[in-house]
């Protein structure tokens, strides 16, 4: 059987992760080795200073805590590999032992932004330098203006916060304004996602854990001096997607030490409960899942196969070019609905301190919808790893009644293909003699050691078959015995 028609990207049902189907999830281009970095913005001038003069107008608009966490210098490399580990289909990172991903408990602890109140949505066609005129009292050009959003470049040229003293209430209240618009339009997102792999990637953060008691979670790497940032060995993008494809579920899914949730700020700790909420979450034309049901084990429950992903494909296509007379009070008004009921709609599993296995329900689903490696060579190690694992699993008194001789030797007979020695498959013995063989006497001085026990090796050859996939029979597995337990966070 050839190479590429055993260690192949993309899932054996597609039916979840429907974008690889229809080539359009950028996996394609990681698995054939196209190297595809993101551009992020740079905002390093103003992050790492609040004045006191708006820090009022912050605390009560629910972003003091977020301009606290501090500013750090970006690593589009990191930060592209994770996005090629992205899901739009599910809302999660699939990696090689499950699903994980950024919840609202990440978005609190990390960030400190609240996590609840109304949605922010309603009417967008107005006269937008009329508006921006109204909020920030300065009237932008034209050439400021971008769709629904102002140019940072203009935005930071209006505003010098380091000179505010002595300013009168309306102009600090504008200045409060931008420093918010400019927090928004930085892209937090980014910065989110590396703060949230630097914590929970072994071994990737530049500095060791600095905890801040009072402050954000990611104010932990916070640049003390901004002439001097914190520094980190720059990593090829290949490097990154190998250090993914290696990760296990001990690395990825752990939930938050009550260690570190009793030391964050009050903010970071308001509506705890809302973090396990599934539901769809509204900015104007945009409805996005929160979907923790998908990741329980980052809560330090059990992980139960999920529901069918509830993002609708057609939702990432709307745009507001175009539509901005729609009414999307009236065009979202079933999933703002839905937002409403955000206090019931909690995902709730048992306890657990025990992380799936490979035997375990959720693991032999996952394999079979889910990308779990993105370069070729841990596909080979991960899929020759999995088929000898049942086939140690089947010569076990508690294995062996699930399978049969053929389906472990078929798992044998893949794991040769794999590493390109499907030559050594045994074939139907039509070379043995029809006739008796016929045997001398000898005794036992007669034949020369060879270090095995009697019988070791005879009457072991059994009849191989073409390589195909296990077929488990009595449905699925026991967990392991060799359980991985999980240790919180910090």
């Known amino acids: 059987m050839a190479d590429q028609e055993v260690v192949k990207l993309g899932s054996r049902n597609e039916s979840v992760l429907y974008l690889q189907k229809e080539g359009k999830h950028v996996s394609i281009g990681a698995w054939n080795q196209i190297n595809r970095i993101l551009k992020v913005r740079k905002y390093r001038d103003f992050r790492d200073f609040i004045p006191a003069e708006i820090e009022g107008h912050l605390r009560q608009a629910g972003f003091y805590e977020a301009a606290l966490a501090g500013s750090l210098k970006l690593d589009k490399v990191l930060i592209s590999a994770m996005v090629e580990r992205w899901r739009p289909e599910t809302h999660t990172f699939h990696m090689p032992f499950g699903e994980c991903t950024i919840t609202l408990q990440d978005v609190a602890v990390h960030l400190g932004l609240p996590i609840d109140g109304n949605p922010v949505i309603g009417v967008i066609w107005c006269d937008w330098s009329e508006l921006v005129e109204d909020l920030l009292g300065v009237v ?127 903010r970071c700790r308001e509506n705890m409960h809302l973090w396990r909420t599934v539901v769809s979450m509204v900015l104007y034309h945009v409805s996005e899942w929160h979907q923790p049901d998908r990741v329980m084990q980052q809560f330090g429950m059990f992980q139960h196969i999920p529901n069918a992903p509830s993002q609708l494909n057609e939702m990432h296509d709307i745009s507001l070019k175009g539509n901005e007379k729609q009414d999307w009070v009236h065009n979202m008004r079933g999933f703002i609905q ?25 693991m032999i689903w996952y394999d079979k919808y889910s990308v779990r490696w993105l370069t070729r060579a841990a596909a080979t190690r991960g899929q020759m790893a999995m088929r000898v694992h049942h086939v140690w699993y089947g010569l076990t008194p508690e294995g062996r009644p699930l399978y049969t001789d053929h389906d472990l030797q078929n798992q044998a007979a ?46 072991r050859r059994r009849e191989s078959q073409i390589p195909e996939d296990v077929i488990i029979q009595g449905g699925t597995l026991p967990p392991p015995h060799d359980s991985t337990h999980c240790t919180p966070l910090i």
């Not at 050009?141 to 010098?160: C, D, E, H, R, Y």
């Not at 690395?251 to 700020?265: A, E, H, I, Q």
């Not at 498959?425 to 060879?450: G, L, Q, R, W, Y």
Request: charged share 25%; glycine share 6%.
């Open 414 to 459: 893949r794991c040769l293909t794999l590493c390109h020695a499907s030559d050594r498959i045994s074939h139907p013995t039509a070379s043995v003699p029809s006739f008796p063989m016929e045997f001398t006497h000898a005794t036992t001085n007669d034949i020369p050691p060879t270090g095995k026990e009697e019988g070791e090796g005879l009457g």
């Open 140 to 266: 932008p050009p034209a050439s400021a203006i971008k769709g629904g959003g102002l140019k940072l470049v203009w935005l930071a040229a209006q505003f010098n916060f380091h000179n505010l003293a002595g300013a009168d209430p309306i102009q600090i209240t504008y200045a409060a304004r931008a420093y918010i618009l400019r927090l928004i339009e930085i892209g937090c997102c980014a910065y989110l996602i590396q703060v949230w792999a630097w914590l929970r990637i072994p071994g990737i953060d530049p500095d060791p854990p600095r905890l801040h008691r009072g402050l954000p979670l990611a104010a932990r790497w916070r640049d003390p001096d901004p002439e001097k940032p914190i520094k980190w060995a720059k990593k090829q993008i290949e490097w990154w997607r190998t250090k993914l494809d290696d990760l296990s579920s001990n690395d990825l899914w752990k939930s938050y030490s009550d260690r570190v949730l009793n030391g964050l700020p009050e």
């Open 338 to 362: 839905l937002w409403s009921e955000r206090h019931q709609r909690l995902a709730n599993q048992p306890e657990t301190n025990t992380l799936v296995g490979p035997n375990d329900e959720y």
